[in-house]
């Protein structure tokens, strides 16, 4: 026993994360990764003209995970990774921190880095996650995702 | 009983993240979608997508059976 507790490639979270451990379990996955890209989304304080203070998410859990398990079989199947990891945190998130997570290896740069940018995309298209912004003058969804 | 989930904005425009319908033989995903609106015309005028049983669904016209679990859902913004 090492004391370390392997976590699952795809998960939905309150807390935040840690990019080392992520890319530490990653890499301990394969010794042929030759390419690792790597994507962390983070709250913005500042959107559409106004402060914004935190972000709050709501999403529909077992199907958002479900789908982020997809996402990532069909990223390995078309890519040809050598693995991926997907986080995304819910609940309320301060300006600043870390929303999301994505990690692509694979033998070579340029199907990590492709599907790296492939996978958040998708997520923002088909996983049924949502957010709210929280600002001085009041609360509002975002309805677009460019 | 059909099980309707709400999220998001539309749960806030619903005012409740679930409620029950009745199920009727017969019923369809557009006669549910269609009740609903009826109901909360405002949180509807964002659904734009819909998943039964945890899958998205296309085709408004599949059969909803007994204990099914609905949602009606806005464009997400997730990321």
Known sequence: MNGRTTKAEVRIQQEDFSQDEEISALRASSKRMGGIATFIGCARDFSEG????????????????????????EAIARFTLLDARIVH??????????????????EHRAPALQACHWLIDELKLRVPIWKKEITPEGESWVTSHP | M???LFFGPVAERVGSSEIQVT???GMRLQ???????????????????????????RDMQLPVSDNSEVVFMSKFSGG
Not at chain 2, 33 to 45: K, L, N, S, V
């Open chain 1, 50 to 73: 106004r402060s914004v203070a935190k972000i709050s998410f709501d999403a529909y859990g077992s199907m958002a995970e479900a789908e982020m398990k997809k996402l990532r079989a």
């Open chain 1, 89 to 106: 945190r819910v609940g309320v998130v301060g300006a600043g921190e870390q929303i999301v997570f994505i990690a692509a290896g694979a």
């Open chain 2, 2 to 4: 059909i099980r309707v």
């Open chain 2, 23 to 25: 199920f009727a033989t």
């Open chain 2, 31 to 57: 006669d549910l979608h269609r009740q609903m609106q009826g109901m909360y015309p405002a949180a509807f005028e964002i659904v734009c997508f819909t998943a039964m049983n945890g899958e998205h669904v």
